[in-house]
């Protein structure tokens, strides 16, 4: 029977490559379509990719710690990288307008992202 805290790592570590396959697609779809700017899209892309290996690790080898400590890190990055595009996400949430739409949604899918990973990677302790 699998411990509590050992089903919160395997958890934590399945969202992140959950998360990170998702910001995979989106950065990858955003620079083929032109929708997002070039550095966003890559940054979205390293960010979902690293996640993803990151959880993979957590998963299949016994570097759970280093696996923790990395997303906890990747989800740090998410957020500050996120940050930037806050007056714009705030500025859509209350109805107003913003330079582009789909980096912003973008942006604030990654913050969420982020947050909820790093929240659950912290509370995860081996």
């Known amino acids: ?9 395997t958890l934590t570590y399945t969202v992140a490559v959950a998360l990170g396959s998702g910001l995979v697609v989106l950065g990858v779809d955003g620079f083929v379509a032109s929708v997002l700017s070039n550095s966003a899209a890559v940054e979205t892309a390293i960010l979902g990719l690293g996640l993803g290996i990151l959880g ?3 998963l299949e080898t016994e570097r ?4 923790t400590v990395g997303i906890a890190g990747a989800a740090a990055l998410g957020i500050a990288a ?4 806050g007056p714009d996400v705030i500025a859509l949430v209350v109805g107003g307008r913003a330079d582009a739409v789909p980096s912003v949604t973008a942006a604030a ?3 969420v992202g982020s947050i909820l990973l790093l ?3 912290l509370e ?3």
Request: net charge positive.
């Open 64 to 67: 759970n710690r280093f696996a």
């Open 124 to 126: 995860r302790r081996d």
């Open 109 to 111: 899918l990654v913050v």
């Open 1 to 9: 029977m699998a411990t509590p805290t050992a089903e919160r790592g």
């Open 119 to 121: 929240t659950a990677a």
């Open 82 to 85: 996120g940050a930037r595009d």
């Open 56 to 58: 993979v690790i957590g």
